[in-house]
């Protein structure tokens, strides 16, 4: 409850501090006269959400991040785990993917418009293609980094490859495949607000360039808050469905401020039990017991 409550103490300061610099229209190094107050957003906000352009706006947005990122999900993982257990698939696909991923993907526009015969299908693109190298990567490292004797394990059992792929890479690698997905979310929705202000028609990207070119700078600021609060929604949905899928996984309890607990010392000297002098050898460590150990492994 207290974190909770600072979260939105900290939330309500900022807006205040914003209402305080816009109101009073504050101009030292930063022009904060140019800016619309809190209540003209709100009200602005107000305005939209009982118009159907702003749900059409949404509807929209969400469609085209959502086919664009599950895209990117499953080929973004099936190529990192490619790349990273196959030297063929390296040798062919390695330095073809290092040389476009440094390409940002808003670059990519003119060649979604000169290759896919719709806007629609070249935003959805640039949409796939951000979040795709993030994903790629971090599954890649993922598999990596997995412990071989789980392979050999399996092998003994008599597991083929779809056995050990099932039971060993796939499960191992999630945590990194959910990182790279968390922030592949991110990079999804800024490169598709900046198609919808490029090549859009519908999208909140392409709404707020609107207000902007109008001088509506409260509408500006409500496609902003909207776009902030989508991110938020959906990478929180994708940080919850990894905690779901790897439940397995062992978790720590940890407060960030709060050091743990030292344990409590004993008030009495704790004295080494020495074996009594006819204790038998297998308590001794002797040859005793080593063939007692060998009996009951037998």
């Not at 971090?138 to 039971?167: D, F, K, N, Q, Y």
Request: proline share 7%; with cysteine.
């Amino acid at each position: 409850m207290r974190r909770s409550v600072l979260r939105m103490l900290s939330l309500a300061a900022a807006l205040g501090l914003w209402q305080a610099l816009t109101s009073l229209n504050i101009d030292l190094w930063l022009r904060f006269s140019q800016f619309p107050t809190v209540t003209d957003v709100a009200r602005a906000f107000a305005a939209r959400l009982s118009g159907p352009d702003y749900w059409t706006d949404l509807t929209d947005s969400l469609t085209r991040i959502l086919t664009g990122f599950l895209l990117a999900a499953v080929l973004g993982v099936a190529t990192g785990v490619l790349v990273a257990r196959s030297r063929l698939a390296e040798d062919l696909l390695g330095p073809l993917l290092e040389v476009v991923r440094p390409i940002p993907a808003i670059a990519l526009v003119p060649v979604a418009i000169l290759l896919f015969p719709s806007n629609e299908q070249g935003i959805v693109f640039i949409t796939c293609a951000a979040a795709f190298f993030p994903v790629l990567v971090s599954t890649r490292h993922a598999v990596r980094a997995l412990t071989p004797t789980w392979e050999e394990a399996v092998r003994t059992m008599g597991g083929g490859r779809w056995r050990i792929l099932g039971s060993v890479v796939l499960p191992g690698a999630l945590p990194g495949v959910f990182g790279g997905l968390s922030v592949g979310i991110g990079v999804s929705w800024i490169c598709v607000i900046s198609a919808e202000m490029i090549s859009g028609q519908y999208g909140v990207g392409y709404r707020t360039w609107q207000d902007y070119t109008v001088v509506d700078y409260p509408g500006v600021f409500v496609g902003m808050v909207t776009i902030g609060l989508l991110g938020w929604v959906t990478s929180t949905a994708v940080e919850l469905l990894g905690r779901r899928l790897t439940r397995w996984l062992p978790r720590t309890a940890y407060v960030p401020g709060v050091r743990p607990p030292r344990p409590a010392r004993s008030a009495l000297p704790v004295r080494s039990a020495k074996p009594a002098p006819d204790a038998p050898a297998a308590v001794t460590g002797g040859p005793a017991s080593e063939e007692a150990r060998d009996e009951h492994l037998v």
